[in-house]
């Protein structure tokens, strides 16, 4: 659906080098932290911005490419988009059949009425989470074979973020050759979502993995000096000094809780990965 290959984007104080690719029928996560580059690569993928090297092909076009009825399939949440503050939600369904044939009202009105956004009201008075549940529900009532959600859980309450993650599997559900690009700093949005996760930072893709091998062969070596000392070191890829020792990131999870049951090896969550990545030297 999606490859980006060799991106360079220049400002004065970020340069973005970044290469990833979205499968169909996969969903891929984007993580990283405020400013690391995520919303640069969603705009550098749509076509929005200029970039100084590499390319982008989007559905097997460059997005310059694509023709009105391609684009019509595409679904798209960005952190700085949204709908006139001075529409109601009745004012935003014609808006969406003009721009979308495909777009289902009927599925649209009931979602809003699921997910609490009113109907009433002007979307100036809209809470930040209702104004980005009405973004996402805009994006995926269009019958869209790729969505690109940029942040679409900020401002979400812990049960919202829930139920639109929800909404995204089943949205998949509905058509197995439907590809989903999602970016959040929250990263137990995406470990419990993907198919596979790329981490940014500082503009730069730092890792990479199959979010199943993530949970099952990554994980956390706890070791005091001495254990440190006679740890085989060979499938460690970060490590970090800590008050009782070290932390020691592996890939190889198995091998360290088969040979050395005297130390604590822990399932590393995509927090602690996120942390040793940026956090830990490399061995």
């Known amino acids: 659906m999606l490859e980006i290959n060799g991106l360079v984007k220049h400002y004065d104080d970020f340069t973005l080098n970044c290469t990833m690719k979205v499968g169909a029928g996969r969903i891929t996560g984007l993580v990283g932290e405020n400013g690391a580059g995520k919303s640069t690569t969603f705009k550098a993928a749509l076509g929005l911005i200029t970039y100084d090297a590499g390319n982008v092909t989007l559905m097997g076009k460059t997005p310059a490419e694509l023709t009105e009825t391609e684009k019509e399939k595409i679904g798209v949440t960005l952190a700085e988009s949204g709908f006139s503050g001075y529409l109601k939600v009745k004012d935003v369904v014609p808006v969406l059949e003009a721009m979308y044939p495909a777009f289902d009202r009927t599925k649209f009105l009931n979602l809003c009425q699921k997910f609490g956004v009113p109907q009433d009201k002007y979307i100036k008075e809209f809470s930040t989470g209702m104004k980005a549940k009405l973004k996402v529900l ?146």
Do not use: W
Request: net charge negative; glycine share 6%.
């Open 138 to 283: 805009a994006a995926v009532t269009h019958g869209a074979d790729f969505l690109l959600m940029d942040e679409p859980t900020t401002g979400l309450d812990v049960m919202a973020r829930e139920g639109i993650l929800n909404l995204f599997r089943e949205y998949m559900e509905e058509d197995e050759n439907r590809s989903i690009l999602i970016s959040s700093h929250i990263s137990s949005d995406l470990e419990g979502l993907c198919d596979d996760i790329y981490m940014i930072h500082d503009g730069e893709i730092v890792f990479h993995e199959d979010t199943d091998v993530l949970l099952n062969k990554y994980g956390l070596i706890k070791a005091d000096e001495d254990q440190y000392r006679k740890l085989d070191k060979e499938y460690m890829l970060r490590v970090r000094r800590e008050s009782f020792g070290y932390s020691c990131l592996t890939d190889q999870k198995q091998y360290y809780l088969e040979n050395y049951p005297d130390i604590v090896v822990e399932r590393g969550t995509l927090d602690e990965v996120i942390t040793m990545i940026i956090g830990g030297e490399k061995l």
